[in-house]
């Protein structure tokens, strides 16, 4: 007689986080070019990545939201906006 056991199915649920802006997101890390909201499984990249871009134009605020809940888990609001004319 062989071992009879009871197989149990586990379902993993990955999270995925939205880094969104109401202008096109662009930095060294977005991974396309000028895009208004792209999907990550990494909090900690989604923030990442959040933090070390722009908007175009610049000055508009990023976030980084929590999919399945809505919570936004980073937000990025410029300290100030870029001058297009290049006076100070």
């Known amino acids: 007689m062989g071992f009879q056991g ?15 802006s109401s202008h096109p997101i662009v930095g060294p890390l977005v ?3 000028e895009v208004s909201e792209f ?3 990494d909090r900690a990249m989604a923030v990442v ?3 070390k871009s722009i908007t175009h134009p610049g000055g508009h605020e990023i976030r980084v ?3 399945t809940t809505g919570e936004v888990a980073y937000r ?6 870029s001058n297009q004319n290049g006076d100070f």
Do not use: D, G, N, W
């Not at 990025?76 to 906006?81: D, G, L």
């Open 6 to 20: 009871t197989r149990r199915h586990s379902i993993t649920v990955v999270e995925q986080y939205r880094v969104e």
């Open 31 to 33: 991974p396309l070019p």
């Open 39 to 41: 999907l990550l499984c």
């Open 49 to 51: 990545i959040a933090a």
């Open 65 to 67: 939201v929590e999919v």
């Open 76 to 81: 990025k609001t410029a300290a100030f906006r």
